[in-house]
């Protein structure tokens, strides 16, 4: 084997303070595990708005553009969706005690966000180990992730149901079905009917939440730091996929990081953030989870609903949110690109030149040309956005400089 040299005494540090400060354990004193975060929250929070929703209450007919040619325009049906309706940072804590049938399968299958967090906390509160998994895995991963863990419970959107339905009679271990929306009536007969040797309780959330009324507070069951609080299950890159085991305290560590990374920005006053990822991944989890410790409130919305073209007598989650704060990864961010892209090359020729001037002196940064472009050319990107936006951060892979 070949010696290797010593670093020159004068090499700069592998790690700089920065990221030193972030090495840590939790946030403060105290906050040790997820269910810590919670009650943190109603106590310095209280009644300042935490999670907000919308609720599709209506399909209707619109057109949508099929590509770069404004006349090749396709009729589809299109969600009406209404205004965002909020839950208080004290509210949470209550919801989360109801719930107290067993339930140790938690799988983010594009349900509503909103949802899944008050269903985490819920089972986080008494110690219930959830495992995440994406409706993109297909039949065989939706079997793969409940059973290598030998789950007793899924929770989805009534939309999903008839998947769950499927994958049941290949899954030993779960013994119930927990869903948020309204299926048809008898989908759930089906549901309980699938598995004829093995009986399984079909509950909506608002019934799962009535059976915990009243129920004590299980104080005996809270997690621990040490305790493993979820497996997520990544897609891999061969085979089933893969389950990633993360402590209470893993999560809290990166809580912890948070703060000292960015948390100049993440405070309340910096506004809202609208959230769109699965939580099902651990960028978008533990960003919520920090959101929440800071006080800055969440409106939740969904990667295809996100502008006004996807949506029907209403505005998109962008303009409804307006946010502050954007977290996302690289392909969202290039098919943000695209789209404006696309309306550039739809310019005459003389505003496809003044876009592209604008631009330069935009990355220029050439003083108070840019403040000019920004209010004359620019303002109606921004508007696409909510007016509002101020930060964007991307993680999961290296996002192009031109996209950025």
């Not at 309706?85 to 049938?101: C, D, N």
């Not at 956005?385 to 930060?391: A, E, F, Q, S, V």
């Amino acid at each position: 084997m070949a010696k290797t040299s010593s670093p020159p005494a004068t090499a700069p540090p592998a790690a700089t303070p920065f990221h030193t400060d972030a090495l840590v354990e939790r946030p403060k004193p105290g906050i040790n595990t997820v269910t810590d975060i919670l009650f943190y929250n109603a106590r310095d929070h209280g009644t300042r708005n935490a999670l907000g929703w919308r609720d599709i209450v209506d399909m209707g007919k619109g057109l949508v553009e099929l590509g770069l040619d404004q006349h090749s325009l396709r009729e589809c049906i299109l969600p009406i969706i209404a205004p965002h309706a909020m839950l208080l940072f004290h509210v949470p804590p209550a919801q989360a005690r109801e719930p107290h049938f067993y339930c140790s399968y938690l799988g983010d299958l594009h349900l509503l966000r909103s949802t899944w967090q008050l269903m985490q906390h819920a089972c986080m509160y008494v110690w219930i180990t959830i495992a995440t998994t994406y409706d993109t895995h297909g039949e065989s991963g939706l079997t793969h992730s409940p059973n290598k863990p030998g789950c007793v419970g899924v929770f989805t959107n009534a939309e999903l149901l008839p998947v769950v339905q499927r994958v049941l009679p290949n899954t030993a271990t779960i013994k119930v079905v927990i869903y948020d929306g309204n299926p048809p009536a008898d989908l759930v007969e089906k549901i309980k009917a699938a598995i004829p040797d093995r009986e399984v309780h079909v509950l909506s959330q608002d019934e799962l939440r009535k059976l915990g009324k009243g129920k004590p507070e299980h104080e005996d069951r809270h997690p621990k730091a040490e305790d493993v609080a979820c497996i997520m299950y990544t897609s891999g890159t061969t085979g089933a996929p893969k389950g990633v085991v993360l402590s209470q305290a893993n999560l809290i560590a990166a809580v912890g990081a948070i703060q000292p990374l960015v948390g100049y920005i993440l405070t309340p006053e910096q506004g809202t953030l609208l959230a769109f990822l699965p939580l099902a991944h651990i960028l978008e989890y533990v960003v919520e989870l920090a959101l929440g410790y800071v006080g800055l409130q969440i409106g939740y919305g969904r990667i295809r609903t996100l502008t006004d073209a996807s949506v029907r007598n209403c505005q998109g989650d962008l303009k409804e949110c307006k946010p502050t704060i954007m977290i996302g990864v690289p392909q969202i961010w290039e098919t943000i690109r695209k789209g404006i892209l696309n309306n550039v090359n739809k310019m005459t020729p003389l505003k496809k030149s003044v876009f592209r001037g604008s631009m330069s002196i935009k990355k220029a940064n050439v003083p108070i040309l840019s403040n000019i472009v920004d209010s004359v050319v620019f303002s109606q990107v921004e508007a696409q956005t909510g007016c509002r936006l101020r930060y964007v951060l991307n993680g999961g892979a290296a996002l192009s400089v031109e996209t950025q």
